[in-house]
């Protein structure tokens, strides 16, 4: 995933709100010079989560900026109540494709898509059980992040200071889980190639394989994606327990980290989930060691360019390393030439299947 991760909004940043929803005033204004319409419906973390909400409306505008002539819109859901009407919504207004945003709208887009053969769906983090894949009218976007989460975890077990990281995520599911296996993986492959022990705090990986339909572990989890407050009294329980690094996957939850790693001083980082930190939150881009990024923006960008195309053909698309799904952003400037010369070895060794990304096929640290 090479291509710029920007926030800026390429239409205007005015909105409305209406009841439990949000539309995005300035990114429908064009709709009635244009024929083709991609609309966006958040999860709950909303449109500026700066993660995957904020990713999949990125690929609506990266799709709008290749060809003017497409339409945007967006509106934001602030309950999972709000998931089907939001979908309605937009079939009333002729979306030509509808982009979904997290496993938690599984259902209503599946039930959605069966409803009508006719709309083209998208989902991102999910792949429901529906027939509509089969009819091409649905397309579920996945992506192997234990592979980017490795790299990670190296990473950041060789640039910590203290000998132990920690990483806890928003909810027990599968699309959270593997990133936290994939960390751990890196972290326990850190320590056996380099006689260390740096511990992990917050997630245990299970037995067995991590796949995008089961990654079984146990560990911290907020119950959300959008409470900042738990995420950082988390961060903060894990700093006092030795941690220097560490890493959130929880959506906009993870801005609790960054408020909790600036609170402790000097010495503390965190590393991002879902879209570069450095320009998602350029802000706070001193307190990033890196970013764990997934392919959201390009692989909407290239779902909505088809159905407007009129080459959609739905099923499942996974992002890896291979095909830049799923990426590590090195986000700081500290980070020496040899240990990236490490983690470019590293990707290949992922790439070529030389190089295991299940954290039990190394040993556990010692507590």
């Not at 979908?87 to 209503?108: H, P, Q, R, W, Y």
């Not at 959270?176 to 320590?191: C, I, K, L």
């Not at 992922?350 to 954290?359: A, L, Y």
Request: charged share 15%.
């Amino acid at each position: 995933m090479k291509n710029t991760r920007r926030l800026a909004m390429v239409l205007g940043a005015s909105s409305l709100v209406l009841g439990t929803v949000t539309i995005g005033v300035g990114a429908v204004t064009a709709t009635a010079a244009t024929k083709f319409k991609a609309c966006v419906v958040t999860d709950t973390g909303g449109i500026n989560d700066h993660s995957f909400n904020a990713s999949a409306w990125k690929g609506l505008q990266d799709a709008k900026k290749k060809d003017p002539k497409i339409s945007i819109s967006y509106l934001s859901s602030t309950s999972s109540s709000d998931y089907a009407p939001n979908i309605k919504t937009f079939e009333g207004e002729s979306c030509n494709i509808i982009i979904t945003v997290g496993f938690l709208m599984d259902a209503a887009t599946a039930a959605a898509a069966e409803a009508d053969p006719t709309q083209k769906f998208a989902i991102v983090d999910d792949n429901p059980l529906s027939e509509a894949k089969k009819s091409h009218e649905l397309e579920a976007l996945q992506y192997q992040t234990n592979q980017a989460a490795f790299l990670g975890g190296f990473l950041d077990a060789a640039e910590s200071k203290t000998g132990v990281v920690a990483t806890y995520g928003g909810e027990n599911f599968s699309s959270v889980t593997m990133y936290e296996s994939g960390f751990v993986a890196g972290v326990r492959y850190y320590d056996m190639a380099n006689k260390a022990k740096v511990k992990v705090l917050g997630f245990t990986p299970g037995k067995g394989t991590c796949t995008l339909v089961s990654c079984p572990g146990t560990g911290t989890f907020v119950g959300n994606f959008t409470d900042q407050t738990a995420g950082r009294q988390d961060t903060a329980s894990f700093i006092a327990e030795g941690a220097d690094i560490v890493f959130p996957v929880a959506g906009s939850v993870g801005l609790g980290s960054v408020a909790a790693v600036q609170q402790a001083g000097k010495g503390k980082y965190v590393t991002w989930v879902d879209s570069n930190g450095c320009v998602s939150d350029a802000q706070d881009c001193k307190y990033f060691n890196a970013t764990v990024a997934k392919g959201v923006e390009p692989s909407v960008a290239n779902a909505v360019e088809s159905a407007y195309a009129g080459t959609f053909k739905g099923g499942s698309y996974i992002g890896t390393l291979k095909n830049n799904g799923t990426q590590l952003d090195i986000n700081s400037v500290a980070v020496s030439a040899k240990l990236r010369a490490s983690l470019a070895s590293l990707t290949r060794g992922i790439e070529s299947g030389k190089i295991s990304v299940n954290p039990n096929s190394y040993p556990a640290t010692p507590s």
